[in-house]
DNA sequence: TTGTAGGCGTTATCAC
DNA sequence: GTGATAACGCCTACAA
């Protein structure tokens, strides 16, 4: 391996110089640093991260981390991370996995974005107690070195609750997420108190997991209580997928936007191929990763930080019908 | 940061007794192990990877370079990955665009795995030329420490066509993919094979890049021309999707699995939610990634590898109508 | 302007 | 079995 060392050698000055000049340091002079880069140049030299590392403490490498690497879903989420980073001169990772959380307290990112319920709160408070600068994503969590930057689920609940109330639906079905999801519980505490302002309306809640199997399953049991007309809320878009699946290919009597109608939660790019287009609350999952980027940069530049929320709108589509 | 000194301080031994101790070295004692240990655990001591990475000249971290985040495709592949790799105490990150590219000269990361057409073959190779490890799945490559993992697109093409041709079908429009994709131009040279041997079948070939855009593109310029019955290979899937969706929201006549015959190539997820059901050319998304993560561990390890190719198979489904 | 030297946290080679 | 000590490659006072 090539090392400032051998640069020196080659060109006849000393480290130090060498170093200096590949860091643009203007103490040395131009004919110098520019011997100095040629020789760089000529050798191949290429900097060693681990030392520059253990040197200054920092790697210029953000991590990310996630449930698992399957799902549309993150796409834009990472791509609106990485220009942030990249603009900045950090670079994204993505990581999956138990085994990845040592790179956090072993220090080979200066900081990290949680999207991932593997990770507990104590382990989290834990890493933020050494220091390390924390954004979630996916959860409330209190210590001066983590910032949330969380959906607004509560206002986006609320959008879709009163969407299917507003339009006349009085019998509903509620398909929730997985117990474990932070956003799955704050949506059904919205949905809650919507319930509890309209006693008028009876309601159904029926437990899901976010999966699009779950969907289908709650599509059968809706539909083997059907009696008239009702609405569904699937907590997520992948079950109202599913269970928009499930009707077309039961060969029900029951239709969405018909009899049945239906709303969502993500906006997920599958829904485009859907006919009748599912309604759902969208948001900007690309402003969201990069809003969590931006305030874990400014984290790690000792910036005051303070919770950032990411808003949420009603899309009505095509799969509710009015009933009044 | 608590490091090795401190622990040495605070148990009363040596900085090296500590090395020893927290690598297991079985020349230290049982006590001595055990009070190195308990002083480590109560100092909430962490390894340093960049000093660990600085002297061991590794890092135990394998790095997957992808073209985007996006596209549901990569998930299994990357799950792939990850199994080989976190069995055998390596770790996945997963790096998209030209500016991570530095961490593989820069010893960051131990080897890569490439599926990005934005890595030229002249910058992989000089990867290689300095000694890092590569396994490439997006292109050939000859150099000893490159190995390649590449799907039989051949055989897939043929597979493809044949069971267009061999369903009796004359008349054939083939949607490419872009022209720097490796895949897409085997896939090609043995759609020209296939149609050498059969000068009976007339066939045109239509400019596509892999997106759906350039599927519904593609069923626009198909529709117009129509006359009859005929059979499309799409290079791959998504393009599949939209020509699909292009004919059944345009109102044609023109339905697939009747008049038009609908062949694609990956078998992705979203397949399943059409009917009738695309016929497609399936592999191992999950054994291509394992596969590629096998070979590298390998050449770190300094085994012997030999290039290896992923089969592939046809899924008829329900689009391709028998014309004889 | 350039060189010397110490240190970042580990590992590993020697002595003892 | 344990302890100095010298690397690993880089940065940065401080000295010259």
Redesign the pocket.
Known sequence: ?V???DIAREA??????V??A??GNP???P???AKVLAVAKELN????AA??Q????ESLIIGAFLTDFIGAFYGELLQGMKEVLNRKGYDLIVCSGKQSHRLLPERMIDGAIILDAAFSDAELLEFAERGHRLVVLDRELHHPEINQVLLDNKAGANLAMDHLIGTGHRKLYIVTGPADSFDSRQRMIAVRQTLDRHPEVEAVIIEGDFTQATGERAGRQIVESWDGTAGVFCLNDEMAIGLYHFLADSGSSVRVGEELSLIGFDNIDLLRYLQPRPATIDYSKHRWGAMAAEQLLRMIQGEPVEHERIYVSLITGDSVKRRN
């Open positions: 391996m090392s400032i060392k006849g000055v000393s480290i130090s110089t170093s200096y590949l860091n103490k040395v002079t004919e110098t640093s030299y290429r900097p060693n030392a520059r253990l040197k200054k403490q």
